[in-house]
């Protein structure tokens, strides 16, 4: 009964997505047959010859940028669409699952088919189906994907157009999967060296707050009834308990509050998001992390939209809007800027003449970055480059980790132990007056 019962809620299920489907695409080409294509510009509009070879491809590539940016903006997409996200380890499994039936010579249409007949969620099975129907009527897995900008990135919809257009789908489809799975690896090495830490600095917490709300307060009545005078630190502690114990609402409110209004500050303002990178830099070990982590999740996207074909110019602009810190990417920005008229990317980055040993130190890329990328320049391999780039920071940073998490641990455990220590230490030391008091 129970198989029997759960075959008939899948058939409705799939039968009501159908339905929903259904009803979208029909409202969607109704739509569609009002608004005329952006790209039905009459062909002798514009003579032949009055631009230039790089400025016909300049306005080309515009014109099929605004054309995906109208084809987006007036799609209309059901409702469960529009909210849903996929996290990383789903987008995972689907470019997995993809490299593996592509590169087995399955159809993309029959391989999308086979991800979402496999696929348990409602609202994902609704988002494959509405690709599989996008792509029969005419669009490129990386134009069906474009889409939904909510569900896939910019870099990863890219990636995917490059490699459509070369020929090279199987092939990068399987790097990006393992850049992604890389990508994993490291957020778990930085979550895992913050764990032991955080840990310890909760439980410090908790001891104080508890000591300080129950403890306290019922050997200071002790400290009272026998009428003696109180250190000035044993009498500090128990003015901070006193004030915990009657006024813990506006205590809490206020750190609560202050989090909210700096969280506010600091990562939705535009001039606070740059105070505090420009501080977060400064701080000895977490700054040189922070700049090595940027430099490697930039040099490790343009090494692969590069690789698969993209122009380098573009691969900046893509590139800067995956970084989140705002000095980078307002940098990355100006080296776009400069490539654009000509210049290197080594040479924006500091390397003037390494003959003549004119060198311009970069407040954000170092000069042995700027060093490879003008030898990939040089030599035509500058996605090599990046690569190893990439790779010597990922080793530095993981070494740093590890050091960190060798050296934060007793640090804490020491921390932990002088705070309560000194609690412990304030309350027993009025004992001493006690003592002598009765002798």
Known sequence: MTALAAKIRDFFSDLWLDIELMFSRQS??????????????????????????????????????EEKKERVKNTKLPGALKRLRLPKKTRLTFYDEMATLVGSGVPLIDALSLIQAQERNKNIKKLYAEMIHEINGGLSLAESMELFPHIFPKMQSALVEAAEASGNLKEVLAELVEEMEASQDFLKKVTGAMVYPVILVCLAIALVSGMLVFVIPKIAGMYEQANVKLPGVTQMVINISDFTVHYWPILL???????????????????????????????????????????????????????????????????????????????LEQIRQGVVMGKDVSQMMGLIDIRAQKF???????????????????????????FKIKKNYHKSIDYTLKNISTLVEPLMIFVVAALVGTILMAVMLPFFYIGSTIS
Request: aromatic share 6%; charged share 20%.
């Open 28 to 65: 969607k080409e109704k739509k569609e047959a009002k608004i005329p294509s952006p790209g039905s510009v009459p062909a002798g509009s514009m003579g032949p010859g009055t631009l230039s070879g790089e400025a016909r491809l300049m306005d080309f590539r515009k014109k099929k940028e």
């Open 253 to 331: 409110g206020a750190i609560i509050g202050g989090a909210v209004i700096l969280y506010i500050i600091f990562a939705k303002v535009h001039s606070g998001r740059l105070v505090w990178e420009k501080f977060v830099s400064s701080i000895p070990v977490i700054g040189r992390i922070a700049k090595e982590k940027n430099i490697m999740i930039i040099a490790s996207n343009m090494a692969m939209l590069m690789k698969s074909g993209v122009l380098i110019t573009e691969a900046f602009a893509i590139t800067k809007n995956t970084v989140g810190n705002l000095h980078y990417q307002k940098a």
């Open 360 to 386: 311009k130190e970069h407040p954000l890329f170092p000069l042995q970055m700027a060093q490879l990328i003008h030898i990939g320049e040089k030599t035509g391999t500058i996605a090599h480059m990046l």
